[in-house]
């Protein structure tokens, strides 16, 4: 069995660099350094357990007053000025892992409200970056994926479109095409930033790439990972069958029976060792199989 591994995988730049940056900011405050992050630093559970050990505890984010003192870190996936605002008065240090990219999207979406345009964010209303960048542009903000939430609305004079930075570019495209035969003529102007970013389209074009030369696909991220999940459907719109694990314990040596090509992926949330960890695995399955087949 070949085990083939995406070009692209795991980690993001901009995962990278909160872990990092709340990573030296834990070491530096000694045995207790009383950080707690607003919402999980990123959506796997090897990173959270990984933080724990070193101090970081996590609250939910609709729970801000649990944290009485110490600093606060906000993730790659960034924070409303409301929440900062709030964090502020509370007294509590703040640490600003937000993700530079992040950043762009939340600013392209204040600009566009400030120059009167009435502004869509595609992505999950529920993610903590969606939230982000609608808490950024104002409360006129409309977060949706489903074009039957928007169809009906009073056309704007103007009209602002932005992505979250992981979704599928395609599913994007197939949004905005409906919004322009639905606005288009209606509406003055239709603005539309693509602000789905480089490090998810190069993931997500790598795991398209090898889904097209395996028969079976392991994807890995965590189980709340929107990113992965993407990748997931990506696989199976290539006809790869594809399975979304945590780690390896989750694979069935049944799934790679009688298998020639197996390709690994990999969200952006997803650490080094988790990868490594499946692939060691996947390999001691091929070693078994090759040993049952001599004897055999
Ligand atoms: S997925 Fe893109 S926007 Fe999100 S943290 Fe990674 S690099 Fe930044």
């Given at each position: ?11 993001c ?12 900011e ?19 559970p ?101 074009f ?33 035969d ?66 390896p ?48």
């Amino acid at each position: 069995m070949e085990i083939k591994l995406a070009r692209e995988m795991g980690f993001c730049f901009g995962v990278r660099k909160a872990i990092q940056l709340v990573e030296k900011e834990a070491q530096g405050r000694g045995l207790n350094p009383n950080i707690t992050t607003f919402g999980q630093l990123v959506h796997n559970p090897v990173v959270v357990n990984h933080m724990a050990k070193l101090g970081v505890s996590n609250v939910d984010t609709r729970e801000m007053a649990q944290v009485q003192d110490g600093m606060i870190a906000f993730t790659a996936h960034g924070v409303a000025p409301q929440v900062i605002e709030e964090a502020r008065e509370r007294g509590l240090e703040i640490l600003d892992a937000t993700c530079p990219l992040v950043t762009l999207i939340q600013q392209s979406a204040r600009e566009m409200v400030d120059q009167g345009f009435k502004v869509i964010v595609y992505g999950d209303k529920n993610h903590p970056e969606v939230k982000s960048i609608v808490g950024w542009a104002g409360k006129d903000t409309i977060a949706t994926m489903e074009f039957e939430e928007i169809k009906d609305m009073r056309p704007p004079k103007r009209l602002g479109i932005v992505s979250q930075s992981t979704q599928i570019l395609e599913h994007f495209k197939h949004f905005v095409a409906q919004v322009n035969d639905q606005f288009l003529g209606k509406t003055k102007e239709i603005k539309v930033h693509n602000t789905i970013c480089a490090p998810t389209t190069h993931l997500q074009s790598s795991a398209q790439e090898l889904a097209q030369e395996c028969e079976v696909m392991v994807v890995i991220g965590g189980k709340k990972s929107a990113n992965t999940a993407h990748l997931r459907d990506i696989c199976e719109a290539e006809g790869a069958r594809t399975y979304k694990i945590e780690g390896p314990d989750e694979l069935d040596p049944a799934w790679f029976e009688g298998v020639q090509t197996v390709g690994v992926t990999a969200g952006a949330s997803t650490p080094d060792e988790s990868i490594e960890a499946v692939v060691a695995r996947l390999k001691a399955f091929d070693l078994l199989k090759q040993v049952q087949e001599n004897k055999n």
